[in-house]
């Protein structure tokens, strides 16, 4: 198999999830393919390289993740919809609440919110996630743990902390309240 056939079968096979974590990071489709194809683009010109390390993956992890903060810190800002209040989970249906919740990730600071992307959506390790950023498993704990405050206060206990009946049925618990 050629070079050009190989990294095809990596990009079809990888792009959807590049472009869903980039969506998480940056909560825009365009922009989200924007930085997938950037990804893939970096990935192409050191194809060679990578695909002998067999570390193809944690490469456009990084390299996606690098494209995200890059774009930040050249002042390109993601303009978001409203903040709610405090939603009522039981009048709020699944497709608002996911848009709540992407409104309140893009509240969080570029690096805070590729730690809470990468640690809980895409469920990498504290370390795999200090490797990518390239920081000490104390600043992603930290970061993580202000990342979750911050997603709090914005969302309300209602979404991140489901009431006792939930958590019993979901983790097989016995309710103490």
């Known amino acids: 198999m050629s070079t050009a056939e190989e990294f095809t079968e990596f990009a079809v096979g990888a792009g959807p999830r590049l472009r869903r974590t980039a969506f998480l990071l940056c909560g825009d489709w365009h922009t989200a393919e924007d930085l997938t194809q950037t990804?893939?683009?970096?990935?192409?010109v050191s194809w060679r390289r990578i695909r002998k390390q067999d570390a193809v993956y944690?490469?456009?992890s990084r390299t996606l993740v690098n494209a995200f903060l890059s774009d930040r810190r050249r002042g390109q800002e993601l303009l978001t919809g409203w903040l709610p209040e405090r939603p009522d989970l039981a009048a709020v249906a699944a497709p608002e609440v996911r848009m709540v919740v992407l409104d309140a990730l893009a509240t969080l600071p570029p690096r805070t919110r590729v730690v809470?992307?990468?640690r809980y959506w895409a469920d990498l390790s504290v370390e795999q996630v200090a490797d990518l950023l390239g920081c000490s498993p104390g600043n992603v704990k930290s970061q993580s743990a202000r990342g979750l405050d911050k997603l709090r206060a914005v969302l309300g206990s209602a979404l991140l902390d489901p009431p006792c009946e939930e958590r019993d049925i979901r983790h097989g618990s016995v309710c103490c309240g």
Do not use: D, E, P
Request: aromatic share 16%.
């Open 39 to 44: 990804t893939l683009a970096r990935m192409f």
């Open 116 to 118: 809470v992307v990468m």
């Open 58 to 60: 944690g490469y456009a």
